[in-house]
């Protein structure tokens, strides 16, 4: 995969963009696999939703995203859903105990 500064092509960019793509598809594969993990651990349902556990992780996400350069308020947006996502996956999962 070729660094962003040195595409010369659209091309070269899609492919980038492309692959980008896949890896962070398998990083939510493995953060969802964690929400399993935690549904077989979690001693109660009562336990799947833990608001400060969620400010945590948002707050992390602010941080990284200012370490990775892209938009704070978009990472605030995208790490919402998924954290709000992952409380129902890991809720279902935890029913099928």
Not at 6 to 26: F, I
Not at 56 to 68: D, G, Q
Request: hydrophobic share 40%.
């Amino acid at each position: 995969m070729i660094e962003p500064e040195r595409c010369r092509t659209m091309v070269e960019v899609r492919q980038g963009v492309d692959e980008t793509d896949r890896q962070l598809a398998d990083l939510l594969g493995l953060r969802f696999r964690y929400m399993t993990a935690a549904a077989r651990i979690k001693p109660d349902r009562g336990a799947v939703r833990d608001e400060a556990r969620k400010t945590e992780v948002l707050r992390h996400a602010k941080t990284n995203a200012l370490a990775a350069d892209y938009p704070v308020e978009l990472a605030e947006e995208i790490w919402e859903r998924l954290v709000e996502a992952s409380i129902a996956y890991e809720m279902d999962r935890f029913d099928l105990r």
